[in-house]
């Protein structure tokens, strides 16, 4: 079994919809959570980081981390097609020093 | 935000050669650098990572002696493919991170493309 459990989708939504995305973990040694976005055949780029129960918002994107049930969420409102690639989340282990990541889930937006 | 880049962005290379993969961090020093490797419709597989000056620590079913990392200064991380095969064909990542804590953000290169004929 996978440490970081991560539904690959394809995940279709028409624009102007919310895109929620979700992550589940094994582990309860994982503190800190973050959402990566990334585009066809390029690298990886942070979009929000989050070490405790709760919700973080920033912008359109709002990150959410239930450690009780070791879920984590990302959820995007008044997506656009622009909002089209994979997100990854991604976790730290407390006394760890790299990322672990889900498969990822690949997003559509359509227009 | 930080910049990282990676050279070349995509090489073709034939079965046997060895490929030479550059990683840069632009406009901080990295304090340690990490190299993934990802298969298509798939994750990031982290396959070691590198402190500068240190020799790379690796993960578990890496072959160090195939893929040799060099971490020479704190804007610059390598990878060496030696001898590759076809099955090495893959996108490889880069990522440098901006400080000792593991928490501190990663930055990712672009990718490198590799496909060996």
């Known amino acids: 079994q996978k440490e970081v459990e991560q539904d690959p989708g394809p995940l279709s939504v028409p624009e102007g919809a919310i895109v929620s995305l979700n992550c589940t973990y094994s582990n309860s040694a994982f503190q800190y959570f973050m959402w990566y976005r990334q585009y066809s055949r390029k690298g990886p780029e942070l979009l929000m980081y989050t070490y405790s129960s709760g919700n973080k918002e920033d912008g359109r994107f709002t990150a959410q981390v239930d450690k009780s049930s070791k879920y984590i969420s990302l959820f995007i409102r008044d997506s656009q097609p622009s909002d089209s690639a994979t997100y990854l989340c991604?976790?730290?282990?407390?006394?760890?020093?790299?990322?672990?990541f889900g498969g990822g889930t690949r997003v559509l937006v359509k227009p | 935000g930080a910049v990282v880049s990676q050279h070349p962005s995509w090489v073709i290379c034939k079965s046997g050669t060895s490929v030479k993969i550059e990683c840069r961090s632009l406009?901080?020093?990295?304090?340690?650098m990490f190299w993934y490797r990802q298969f298509p419709k798939q994750s990031l597989m982290l396959m070691a990572t590198s402190n500068e000056g240190s020799k790379a620590t690796y993960e578990q079913g890496v072959e160090k002696d195939k893929f040799l990392i060099n971490h020479a200064s704190l804007t610059l991380s390598t990878l060496t493919v030696t001898s590759a095969h076809p099955e090495d064909s893959s996108f490889y990542i880069c990522?440098?991170?901006?400080?000792?804590?593991?928490?501190?953000?990663?930055?990712f290169g672009p990718g490198t493309r590799l496909t060996v004929l």
């Open positions: 991604a976790l730290i282990k407390a006394a760890g020093n790299k990322l672990t």
């Open positions: 406009d901080f020093q990295a304090t340690t």
């Open positions: 990522s440098a991170r901006d400080g000792w804590e593991a928490t501190d953000t990663q930055y």
